[in-house]
């Protein structure tokens, strides 16, 4: 645990439902925008928690934030990035964000990657502002996917990536 209360861990199966009720939560701002649900509220957190890496940030105790990951061959697609609602403006999201940066490093994998719909205009600063690029664009759903990534260097290597 840190100074401030913040723990950051790998979740577990009976992390599934908080995981589920904060990535609901945390997304229901865009369903007005884009009228329907984000992909993440309707993940199979159990499942997310057994065949990916889920991992979730804790502040007293109380589940704050929560990152799905999917480990490849050669990147890390962060799936889903959320903050509790009530966090927000915290700094959490950048914390958490560092922190998959650093497993992505950790796991020796040369980019994490990560999507978000084009609407989503917050979530797009917030990415560009960490140094993401936009690789691609694409028409999901009857909307427009934008695919980000970063070039992260693995520990050890001696270099710094730059996107």
Same mark, same amino acid.
């Given at each position: !645990?840190?100074?401030?209360?913040?723990? @950051?861990?790998?979740?577990?199966?009976?992390?599934a439902?908080?995981?589920? *009720?904060?990535?609901?939560?945390?997304?229901?701002?865009?369903?007005?925008?884009? &009228?329907?649900?984000?992909?993440? !509220?309707?993940? *199979?957190?159990?499942?997310?928690?057994?065949?990916?890496?889920?991992?979730? !940030?804790?502040?007293? &105790?109380?589940? =704050?934030? $929560? +990152?799905?990951? $999917? =480990?490849?061959? *050669?990147?890390?697609?962060?799936?889903?990035? +959320?903050?509790a609602?009530?966090? +927000?403006?915290?700094? @959490?999201?950048?914390?958490?964000?560092?922190?998959?940066?650093?497993?992505?490093? *950790?796991? &020796?994998?040369?980019?994490?990657?990560?999507?978000?719909?084009?609407?989503?205009?917050?979530?797009?600063?917030?990415?560009?502002?960490?140094?993401?690029?936009?690789?691609?664009?694409?028409? $999901?759903?009857?909307?427009?996917?934008?695919? !980000?990534?970063?070039?992260?260097?693995?520990? &050890?290597?001696g270099?710094? @990536?730059?996107?």
């Amino acid at each position: !645990m840190s100074d401030d209360g913040i723990t @950051l861990r790998r979740a577990v199966a009976a992390d599934a439902e908080a995981v589920r *009720d904060l990535t609901r939560r945390a997304y229901a701002k865009w369903i007005s925008l884009i &009228g329907r649900e984000p992909l993440p !509220m309707g993940f *199979d957190q159990v499942a997310a928690i057994r065949d990916d890496r889920v991992e979730v !940030m804790e502040c007293d &105790g109380r589940l =704050v934030g $929560v +990152a799905h990951l $999917v =480990v490849g061959d *050669d990147r890390v697609l962060l799936e889903n990035l +959320a903050i509790a609602p009530e966090e +927000a403006g915290r700094g @959490l999201g950048s914390r958490l964000l560092g922190h998959v940066e650093a497993l992505t490093r *950790d796991l &020796g994998r040369s980019r994490l990657a990560l999507y978000t719909n084009a609407r989503f205009e917050e979530n797009l600063r917030f990415y560009a502002a960490r140094g993401y690029g936009v690789d691609r664009e694409e028409a $999901v759903r009857g909307g427009i996917v934008v695919h !980000m990534s970063k070039a992260v260097a693995p520990r &050890g290597s001696g270099t710094a @990536l730059r996107w």
